[in-house]
C-alpha cells in the first residue's frame, strides 16, 4: 500500500484510536470458543475466489482487524499481525490477547518465520479492492513479510462498498469456522445495531440543509476521503447522509484527494468527520490543535466553527463498535448546523 494511505490513514504515530468509548468485546464474546466442525471446508474470499480444504481450519493467524472480527464471534487465532502496538492498535487495544502470538507491530513487518512455526492452515485478512490484496501483502509491504501468503490459504471480508456487509461476511465465516453466532450476546449487539441505524436514517434524511465532508489532516496537508473507498462513509450515504465526494482523488490512489495547507479551504462543510484513530473521544481537541499548528486549517468554517464529529475510519469490524460509532454521529449530526459552510 503506497505510503500516502498509511501516512494519512494507517499511521501508528498519528492515527491509533482507543475504544475506550467502543463496545466491550469481552460482552460480545461468547463464553467459550468455538468447536470447528469437522470435514470439508470452503469459503468465497472477499476477492470472489473460493477457498476449499478436507478440513475446517483451527490453527488461523490474522490480522488485527479481523481478529477483532473473528473473536467477537469466539474464535481465538493462534496468531495477529498488527499495524501498529497491540496496545494502540484500534481492533486490538482491549482485547484478551493472552495466549495468542504476536508477529508483528508495525505495517509490513511481519515475523514470517515465527508464522511458519505455529503451522497455520487459515490466515484471514480484509481484501482491498483498489490494491487487490489482502491487507499484511500489500503494495510496500516488505518482500520477506509477504511471503506470509505462502503459509496458508488467505480469505477475508472485502473493504467494499459496506461495513455491514463487512460484518456480515465475518459472521459468515465465523460460522462455518464453528462459531454459534447465535449467541445472545452476539444477537443482542446486532439488534442494538439495526435500531441505531434506523435512528441514523431517520435524521440523515431529515437534514438535507447539511453538507457533510470526511477528512484526514495530517502534517501539512489535508487528504479528503472519496467515499467509493470508504464502505462506512458508503453506508452513511445509503443511509441517507449528504456526504460529499471530492472532485479529484488522486489519481495514484484514489482514496483520496490530497490538499495543500494552501488550499485546505477547496470544500466548505458544514460538519467535518474528522478521521479518529488519533483520537475517538477528542476530535474536538485534535481539530483545534490542528488548527494552532496549522492556521490555513481554519479557512475551513468549519473547522473553525469546531463543527467536527469522528469519522470511524476503515477500523469498524463488528457489530456492537459500529453501533457505539453511529449513535454518536447520530448526535452530531442531529446537532449541526447547516449553515456553517456558508
Not at 482485547?95 to 511481519?110: N, P, R, S
Not at 470526511?214 to 496537508?221: G, T, V
Not at 490512489?253 to 490530497?258: D, M
Request: glycine share 6%; hydrophobic share 40%.
Amino acid at each position: 500500500m503506497t505510503s500516502r494511505f498509511r501516512a494519512a490513514a494507517l499511521v501508528a504515530a498519528s492515527l491509533a484510536l482507543p475504544l475506550s468509548a467502543c463496545a466491550d468485546p469481552s460482552e460480545a464474546e461468547p463464553e467459550t470458543a468455538a468447536d470447528a466442525p469437522s470435514g470439508p471446508w470452503s469459503f468465497t474470499d472477499g476477492s470472489g475466489e473460493e477457498v476449499a480444504l478436507d478440513e475446517t481450519p483451527t490453527r488461523i493467524i490474522a490480522h488485527g482487524a479481523a481478529a477483532r472480527a473473528l473473536m467477537s464471534f469466539g474464535i481465538r487465532p493462534v496468531a495477529i499481525y498488527a499495524d501498529e502496538s497491540v496496545e494502540t492498535d484500534p481492533n486490538l487495544r482491549d482485547l484478551d490477547l493472552d495466549g495468542i502470538e504476536i508477529l508483528g507491530e508495525e505495517w509490513g513487518k511481519i515475523d514470517v518465520e515465527k508464522a511458519a512455526s505455529l503451522r497455520p492452515d487459515l490466515i484471514v485478512a480484509d481484501w482491498w479492492p483498489a490494491e487487490e490484496a489482502h491487507s499484511g501483502v500489500e503494495e510496500g509491504v516488505e518482500a520477506k513479510s509477504k511471503k506470509i501468503a505462502e503459509l496458508a490459504p488467505m480469505v477475508g471480508a472485502t473493504q467494499g462498498d459496506s461495513i455491514l456487509t463487512l460484518a456480515e461476511t465475518y459472521e459468515d465465516l465465523a460460522e462455518s469456522l464453528g462459531a454459534d453466532v447465535d449467541d445472545p450476546a452476539i444477537a443482542a449487539d446486532k439488534e442494538r445495531f439495526e435500531e441505531v441505524r434506523a435512528e441514523f436514517e431517520e435524521v440523515a434524511t431529515s437534514r438535507d440543509d447539511l453538507s457533510v465532508y470526511a477528512m484526514s489532516p495530517y502534517e501539512d496537508q489535508v487528504y479528503v476521503a472519496n467515499p467509493e473507498y470508504a464502505p462506512e462513509l458508503l453506508d452513511f450515504i445509503a443511509w441517507g447522509l449528504d456526504l460529499k465526494a471530492p472532485d479529484s482523488p488522486d489519481a495514484d490512489f484514489p482514496y483520496w484527494e490530497t490538499l495543500s495547507m494552501e488550499n485546505a479551504d477547496k470544500y466548505q462543510p458544514d460538519l467535518i468527520l474528522w478521521d479518529d484513530r488519533d483520537d475517538l473521544d477528542n476530535v474536538g481537541e485534535l481539530n483545534a490543535d490542528y488548527g494552532r499548528t496549522q492556521p490555513t486549517w481554519f479557512s475551513v468554517k468549519a473547522a473553525e466553527a469546531g463543527a467536527v464529529a469522528s469519522w470511524p475510519a476503515f477500523w469498524l469490524h463488528t457489530y456492537g463498535d459500529y453501533a457505539t460509532q453511529l449513535e454518536e454521529l447520530t448526535d452530531a449530526i442531529r446537532d449541526a448546523d447547516g449553515a456553517v459552510g456558508d
